[in-house]
């Protein structure tokens, strides 16, 4: 047997490209790891590595050699302390945390870094919640001790240094609370596994330096993964090396290019549109509501003429208040289908996405399917924050699934939203 056949096979479970991490410091890593197992034979070495996890890990182990500091590359911190408490008025619901993940963490400087800044702007323990994932167990150990010396400090931040770590002979000891705030464990990001492992729906996703070990297949699974477990207003950082596959894959940068951080594009448009074309859409959306409410009006009367007529395929030509009513009437007769084409037609007329998710929301509740029905109200509520009526369709979301404090907090934000109203609207 060759050691190419055992690189290959290491490839295979870490997805590294042997070019990008060098083939003599794979052959390399392989020897060191035969040798601590006492085998002189290939053969032997690769079927051990076949049936027992441990000594693969022992090789990965051999092969990773992490390179990383506190807050390694400025600039990226800057721009998440900047945005951190907008981001997490914005995208958090309220009693959630702000969900950062870091992989690959290595040894633990980079997760540490982030909830440093995370405090830093302004966000207190229990508002933020980091889990910090890497493929060696051996960098995890040292992670999870928080243990560093002082080239772990070689970007300099003294002052981060002096208040959260203590002295202790040659090292400094991280602090305990912060310690805590970081969630390790063990995982392969294009694993088979690794979906099992978190939860979806995180806010911030760290991805520095990995990429460029990577082919480009593999690039693309491991973007595709992270994209699954992002909000879809989240942020996605990446390593200076990483960045030159994003925009083919509908990423733009979210500041500067140097920020190296990212979103998804269809974010990007919406925040254009909502700058430059604000006017336009404010008037549109007032359109929808007296549409809606008229509709409604139209439809509690159960006019025969009016269902007869939302039989038909709305004209392109139709107004907003056709399309609406149309929408109305469908889902009074269940008609999901068709109501979700119209919600189509509705967006391309209006641009309104917060109505559309509306829709999309009730839809999906009609049809018990609560979880798409709950993220369909939350973009909705994200984008519209006073829409009163999302936010009980969410109390009732969240009371179906057992979580009454949830349910409590939705119903009293749209119990505030409606006195609002009925104060502003007396004050008329």
């Known amino acids: 047997m060759k050691i190419e056949s055992i690189v290959g096979y290491l490839q295979e479970q870490m997805g590294m490209n042997p070019e990008t991490v060098g083939f003599d410091t794979m ?63 914005t995208l958090c619901d309220e009693g959630e945390p702000l969900k950062i993940l870091s992989v690959p963490s ?24 980091i889990h910090a994932c890497d493929i060696s167990q051996r960098v995890l150990d040292v992670a ?8 772990s400090f070689r970007g300099g931040h003294t002052t981060y240094q002096q208040r959260y770590f203590t002295t202790k002979g040659h090292f400094f000891q991280i602090d305990e609370q912060l310690r805590a705030s970081v969630n390790f464990f063990q995982g392969n990001l294009i694993g088979d596994q690794f979906m099992g492992q978190v939860e979806k729906g995180f806010h911030i996703v760290f991805c520095r ?51 190296f951080t990212y979103v998804k594009s269809h974010n990007q448009q919406k925040a254009v549109v909502t700058t430059t074309n604000n006017h336009v859409l404010v008037e549109k959306g007032k359109q929808v509501m007296e549409a809606l409410v008229a509709a409604r009006t139209d439809i509690a009367a159960s006019s025969p003429a009016i269902i007869k007529h939302n039989e038909e395929t709305v004209p392109s030509n139709s107004s907003i208040a056709d399309v609406v009513q149309k929408i109305e009437a469908l889902l009074l007769k269940k008609d999901f289908s068709q109501a979700t084409t119209c919600c189509q037609t509705l967006m391309e007329k209006t641009g309104d996405k917060s109505t559309v998710h509306h829709y999309l929301g009730h839809i999906a509740f009609l049809q018990d399917e ?59």
């Open 106 to 129: 290595s040894t633990g400087e980079e997760p540490y870094s982030i909830a440093m800044t995370c405090l830093d702007a302004g966000l207190n323990y229990g508002e933020f919640e």
């Open 209 to 259: 330096n990995l990429l460029i070990y990577f082919d480009k297949p593999t690039k693309c699974k491991a973007i595709s993964v992270i994209e699954s477990l992002l909000h879809d207003d989240g942020l996605l950082v990446v390593g200076h090396a990483d960045t030159a596959i994003l925009p083919s894959l509908g990423y733009k940068p979210f500041s500067d290019q140097f920020s």
């Open 27 to 89: 052959k390399k890593a392989v020897y060191t790891a035969m040798l601590a197992n006492d085998i002189n034979e290939l053969d032997e070495y690769y079927r051990l590595i076949q049936q027992d996890s441990l000594a693969l890990q022992g090789l990965i182990d051999a092969v990773v050699i992490p390179e990383t500091s506190f807050f390694r590359d400025k600039k990226p911190f800057q721009v998440l302390k900047n945005n951190l408490r907008h981001l997490y008025r």
């Open 144 to 151: 999870r001790r928080g243990q560093y010396s002082e080239y």
């Open 370 to 428: 609560m979880q798409v029905a709950e993220k369909q109200f939350k973009k909705a509520v994200y984008l519209q924050p006073n829409n009163e009526e999302a936010l009980c369709f969410l109390a009732k979301i969240s009371k179906k699934q057992g979580d009454e404090a949830a349910a409590l907090r939705y119903q009293q934000r749209a119990d505030r939203i409606k006195a609002r109203m009925s104060s502003a609207q007396e004050n008329l």
